[in-house]
């Protein structure tokens, strides 16, 4: 079986461009959650989707958005890119959402980087 | 405010001993914990998790204890191997393994060295 697949695995971008990040989940899994990992605060998340629905979010201002689409892939877009936003962003998947003992599991990530 | 705390950053431990990594936790919602194993440059990788219901789970080399009423969790590897070296997250949910109202909480992580 296919594991979380993450594209593109790095990526640069300017202060104030956008950038759109997308994760294939593992066949069956209809929940997708997205996480930044930073040196300074660890894994952060940022929002969960099951059923092209957002079921949770994270402490992330609203330039963080994420959609998911009828296939469960899902696609992150950050707007009006900041220099602290360079990280590395993780897509995971489980069978279920929130309340069921499903664990997440994770894609190599999209490392990016703001100059 | 850590809610999940790896106090150690590393261990280093000689290969065929029991390594030990500890976390603890402050949110008494908490009812489901998870242990991840990172390389550098992969994604985590899920090892093995416990629900508040249980005190124990064992999956081959890795065993997971969990001690509610002192908010701690601890990943024992037996026999430790060099595969083993890498970073170990401790992760917590408040309503199961898919997250809770804000997702999976980690804890900083823990670097594993097993030595030759």
Known sequence: ?115 | DQQVKQNSPSLSVQEGRISILNCDYTNSMFDYFLWYKKYPAEGPTFLISISSIKDKNEDGRFTVFLNKSAKHLSLHIVPSQPGDSAVYFCAASGFGGGGGADGLTFGKGTHLIIQP
């Open chain 1, 1 to 115: 079986k296919a594991g979380v697949t993450q594209t593109p695995r790095y990526l640069i971008k300017t202060r104030g461009q956008q950038v759109t990040l997308s994760c294939s989940p593992i066949s069956g899994h209809r929940s997708v959650s997205w996480y930044q990992q930073t040196p300074g605060q660890g894994l952060q998340f940022l929002f969960e989707y099951f059923s092209e629905t957002q079921r949770n979010k994270g402490n992330f201002p609203g330039r963080f958005s994420g959609r998911q689409f009828s296939n469960s892939r899902s696609e992150m877009n950050v707007s009006t890119l900041e220099l602290g936003d360079s990280a590395l962003y993780l897509c995971a998947s489980s069978l279920a959402s929130q309340g069921n003992n499903s664990p997440l599991h994770f894609g190599n990530g999209t490392r990016l980087t703001v100059t």
